[in-house]
């Protein structure tokens, strides 16, 4: 299999990207949906809740990534 490591980087690449877009992605719209008043606190709280869950999501993907790599022999 000549292209097999451009289909498993290709695969990583799109679930780091979407732990990257969806928690940060559902966090500005809940807090639009939730702050009509305006205040700023929310948003504030929605934004650093989906930054940690991106960063622990990416993280163990990172971390899944290379047990496979050091699995493989590559």
Known sequence: MK???K???LYFYAKTTSW???PLL???L???YLNKSGDQTMFFIFIMTGFGITCSGVYKEIKQY???LE???K
């Open 3 to 5: 292209n097999d490591w």
């Open 7 to 9: 289909k498993q980087v």
């Open 20 to 22: 990257i877009i969806f």
């Open 26 to 28: 559902l966090a500005v």
């Open 30 to 32: 809940a807090s639009n």
């Open 66 to 68: 290379k047990k496979d």
């Open 71 to 73: 699995k493989n022999g």
